[in-house]
């Protein structure tokens, strides 16, 4: 922490983010053409199994030391022990259940894959403790490192695999080599100590903030896996790798552009829990930064993704060219979304937030019901447009609640907006005029250079005073 002091929290977590998706995308440039969409369908499969005990669990554990005011070491014993447990039990369940699964899904290689990765659960639990001590703290550098270290030790172990012939294995051992790093990177850069004890005094502190957050985390783990649940018995894991691409495009943008914002927001507004006018400001410079970095990414990224795909991809994989582009446009109303939730967790309204994730959650399983059946493109079109529905909720929910008016939400991103999809419009007819008179590995650069300067043109008219800011930060004119 003391080696890089001119790094901000959000730069450490933009550092990390940034590095994770363009390595991740080297990555999967190498892996996707030599495993194509089977393996990655599979992967999708067992991550759904594994990821309520790696992701809602952990994620929840983690939040709630972190909401806690004034924590004592025992709170942290308390967590280690009872998470540890948890994931334990989850473990053996999705061992036992391997081949059950299987069966399910008509794939005998998912048994041998989900007992591998059914350790998976209990290694992620390890770093709840650490992981919520240095968010508390405002020290982002532990999990930066902890990520960059991890993923390229695990990248590098899939990649010798991936070319040696293993398939669907590299992306197992990848997984258990990048978790496993991880866990062990954290604990050697924090300076707590891994202990376990109970304290029934601390879990009842603890929760109090579980229960809303569990509920919070569990709905929205089921609005982004069911989904794979039910498309991947419908589909088959060919075309789930296909869904499962476009939604991992997705993704990149949001890990990009707004979980750096996201996770620090979510600490740092909670100076304006008494103060409304100081919390409204606040959360109008988080949207316009939020809207500034996504929109270009979403609408610009959608507008050249076939290009892209013929560039980088086989023609195994072009059956996802239009559902990623579908996917890409929903890290629009993700800018609300997320930015929403970020000043609801601030202020400690854990069960407004839930009730936004228990919206969205039955929303989503109701369109995954009945648009499955239809096939992925139908299925992935409603997919993306469930989204817009839960806007006027969460505008509704951050006014009640937080004192922060709807109006403001939303033209907050109006500039960011507007840029986006002029610049949207312009590199679509650019595109379709050029395709037949230049080979794609030029068109694309030129569609990326053209759209960052048009969108760059329209927010210098649309909002001067932030683009002049950004200019400085960065010490351009």
Request: hydrophobic share 60%; with cysteine.
């Amino acid at each position: 922490m003391k080696k890089f002091p001119a790094l901000s929290a959000t730069s450490w977590l933009t550092t990390k983010t940034v590095f994770s998706q363009v390595f991740a995308i080297l990555l999967f440039a190498i892996q996707a053409p030599v495993l194509g969409p089977r393996a990655f369908g599979l992967i999708s499969v067992v991550m759904v199994f594994v990821g309520f005990c790696e992701v809602v669990l952990v994620e929840a554990a983690a939040e709630a030391l972190i909401s806690i005011r004034e924590i004592e070491a025992s709170h942290f014993d308390t967590m280690n022990t009872v998470i540890v447990l948890v994931s334990t039990v989850c473990g053996i369940i999705v061992f036992v259940g391997a081949t059950a699964a299987a069966h399910l899904y008509g794939d005998a290689q998912l048994a041998p894959i989900l007992r591998w990765l059914a350790i998976l659960p209990v290694i992620s639990s390890l770093g709840v403790a650490p992981t919520a001590a240095t968010k508390r703290e405002m020290q982002f550098q532990p999990l930066a490192l902890r990520s960059i270290t991890s993923m390229f030790a695990g990248g590098v172990v899939g990649l010798v695999l991936t070319l040696t012939g293993y398939g669907v294995w590299a992306l197992v051992w990848q997984a258990l080599v990048t978790r496993l790093i991880a866990t062990v990177v954290l604990w050697m850069a924090v300076p707590l100590r891994l202990r376990f004890g109970f304290s029934r005094t601390r879990f009842v502190d603890l929760l109090k903030f579980v229960l809303p957050t569990l509920l919070s985390r569990t709905m929205s783990w089921g609005s982004n896996q069911f989904p794979r649940l039910v498309f991947g018995f419908f589909w088959g894991v060919t075309e789930l790798g296909l869904f499962g691409l476009a939604a991992r495009l997705c993704d990149i943008v949001l890990e990009i552009a707004l979980v750096p914002r996201y996770a620090v927001a979510r600490v740092e507004l909670r100076q304006f829990a008494d103060d409304p006018h100081g919390l409204q400001d606040a959360a109008r410079q988080l949207l316009i930064n939020m809207s500034a970095v996504a929109f270009p990414l979403c609408v610009g990224g959608a507008a050249v993704i076939p290009t892209l795909f013929h560039v980088w991809l086989g023609e195994q994989w072009y059956g996802g060219i239009v559902p990623a582009e579908l996917m890409l446009l929903t890290g629009v109303p993700f800018v609300t979304l997320y930015s929403s939730g970020a000043v609801l967790l601030a202020l400690n309204r854990q069960s407004a937030e839930a009730l936004m994730s228990v919206v969205q959650t039955v929303i989503t399983v109701i369109v995954v019901l009945v648009f499955a059946p239809l096939g992925l493109l139908p299925a992935t079109a409603a997919f993306a447009a469930r989204l817009p529905l839960l806007l006027p909720l969460a505008a509704r929910l951050v006014r009640d609640r937080c004192s922060v008016p709807i109006g403001l939400l939303f033209a907050s991103q109006r500039p960011a907006f507007i840029a986006a999809t002029i610049m949207g419009v312009v590199v679509t007819v650019l595109r379709w005029g050029c395709e037949p008179l230049m080979p794609s590995i030029f068109l694309l650069p030129l569609l990326v250079v053209v759209g960052a300067t048009v969108y760059g043109t329209a927010m210098r008219v649309l909002v001067p005073d932030f683009v002049r800011q950004v200019s400085a930060r960065f010490g351009l004119r």
